[in-house]
């Protein structure tokens, strides 16, 4: 099967599920599958057709008592999984647990389960053993997804379906109505996963934190794609998070201390750095949102001072000053 076709953990799960069904209780109907795996008529009719039409699975249907095997001793083909892949796969499992409100997260650590019965115990319990003790992840703050609200999300994605969101903004801490034509969905930090499309009440291209909307519906309409949005060309252009604004020059002066910690990534795709025989260096790069570029100087401290352009030097300007007039007023 992983040598024929290309399947998500969730289908695999079920496609094993419906295997171990069809040979426990001989015939079935498709209402019973979808019933015990949880999942609407149409998907478990989409999985026996697969496993039929391109498994090749001995599969044959009677009206009265359902889909059965016409030779018992048929197997699924078999997954050609090294040792290497399997960790690989039992650390993407470790990394999802660690990253709270992942949808995926059971159904990964259940097909890997399945996938390890092809291995000797022993090889599979030190695997694990690894994976859950030895290499330890974690995403610092955690957010709560809702696995409704993503599966939604991704199946508009995919069939490009306009949705409508009821959605709370933290930046004004209000809650409004949208209807969005969503592109894709892009994962910031592994933590803050974003919806990206064209608002219809905007007008334009927007960013939605997915666990910040608190209702969806998948519309009956269907949507045109830009024909010129390249999702990885907009993905560069953009400074961390935020989308917005003219692009413009931004130069940033980091301190010798700081220096290092620059040098040893890539920021963004425009970015070009000027070293000082001090051992400090500049930093250029060309960027729209400006908020996000304000909270990441900030975080340096003295280290880091904005030259340009100017729209950002005042926005760090009166950050500081705001902050040192709290300092001052907690002391009084």
């Known amino acids: ?48 057709h697969f496993l039929r039409d391109r498994l090749m699975a001995p599969l044959d249907y009677n009206k009265k008592e359902g889909w059965y095997y016409t030779n018992s001793t048929w197997r699924l083909p078999s997954i050609s ?13 470790r990394m999802l647990q660690s990253y709270a409100g992942s949808a995926y997260e059971k159904e990964l650590r259940s097909s890997i389960e399945r996938l390890s019965e092809r291995l000797p115990e022993q090889t599979w319990i030190d695997l694990q053993q690894l994976a859950d003790e030895r290499i ?9 997804l809702d696995p409704e609200i993503w599966q939604k999300l991704l199946e508009a994605c995919r069939s490009s379906k ?22 894709l969905v892009h994962v910031y930090r592994a933590t803050n996963p974003y919806v990206i499309g064209f608002c219809h009440k905007r007008g334009e291209m927007r960013w939605f934190r997915i666990d910040r909307i608190q209702q969806i519906k998948v519309l009956d309409e269907t949507f045109e794609r830009e024909p010129n949005f390249d999702a990885q060309t907009y993905l560069d252009q953009i400074f961390q998070a935020e989308v917005g604004g003219k692009p413009v020059p931004v130069k940033i ?48 401290g003295k280290g880091a001072v904005v030259k340009e352009p100017v729209e950002l030097v005042n926005l760090v300007k009166a950050e500081v000053e705001g902050m040192s007039q709290l300092y001052k007023n907690s002391t009084n």
Request: charged share 25%.
């Open 162 to 183: 306009r949705i409508w969101i009821h959605y709370y903004a933290a930046t004004r801490n209000q809650y409004s109505e949208r209807v969005v034509d969503p592109y």
């Open 81 to 93: 999984l090294s040792i290497g892949e399997l960790f690989a796969l039992t650390l993407g499992a």
């Open 1 to 48: 099967m992983g040598q024929t076709t290309a399947l998500s953990p969730r289908r695999l799960e079920r496609l094993l599920q419906i295997d171990e069904l069809l040979r426990y209780q001989r015939r079935i109907t498709q209402s019973i599958l979808a019933e015990k795996l949880e999942v609407k008529e149409r998907t478990i009719r989409d999985d026996l």
């Open 136 to 144: 330890v992840f974690r995403s610092g703050a955690e957010t709560n």
């Open 253 to 300: 002066w980091f301190d010798a201390a700081n220096a290092p910690f620059i040098r040893e990534r890539r920021w963004h795709v425009t970015q070009e750095i000027t070293e000082h025989d001090d051992g400090s260096l500049t930093l250029h790069l060309v960027n729209g949102g400006l908020n996000d570029l304000k909270r990441w100087v900030l975080g340096y």
